[in-house]
Nanobody
Framework: QVQLVESGGGLVQTGGSLRLSCAAS????????MGWFRQAPGEEREFVAA????????TYADSVLGRYTISRDNAKNTVYLQMNSLKPEDTAVYYC????????????????WGQGTQVTVSS
């Protein structure tokens, strides 16, 4: 069982930056691949980024490639999403999720989800 709690969302202007954090409970955090997803009002949840157990592999959605960076600190049971050059279309609720195997940009297979944190980018 893994519990995930996101933080770091907020309101930022276009071109600004935010860093999201996702703290995981349990002693087996390093056994899980982690992902970030987002959902805008009226839209389906979409993949943003994923990272492997050790952090050696990562995958990004085309829409955030070059602007976002996913990382993890297994000693702190935390995964991060650094978001730079934010755009209004990045506005969404951002969720972190955990799965037992790393599968790049695959959307299915995540067993645990956080409650989400709101990111709003003003124009």
């Amino acid at each position: 069982q893994v519990q995930l709690v996101e933080s770091g969302g907020g309101l930022v202007q276009t071109g600004g930056s935010l860093r999201l954090s996702c703290a995981a409970s349990g002693r087996t955090f390093s056994s899980y691949a982690m992902g970030w997803f987002r959902q805008a009002p009226g839209e389906e949840r979409e993949f943003v980024a994923a990272i492997s157990y050790s952090g050696g592999r990562s995958t990004y959605a085309d829409s955030v490639l070059g602007r976002y960076t996913i990382s993890r600190d297994n000693a702190k049971n935390t995964v991060y999403l650094q978001m730079n050059s934010l755009k209004p279309e990045d506005t969404a609720v951002y969720y972190c999720a955990a799965r037992t195997s790393y599968s790049g940009s695959a959307v299915r297979g995540y067993n645990y989800w956080g409650q989400g944190t709101q990111v709003t980018v003003s124009s």
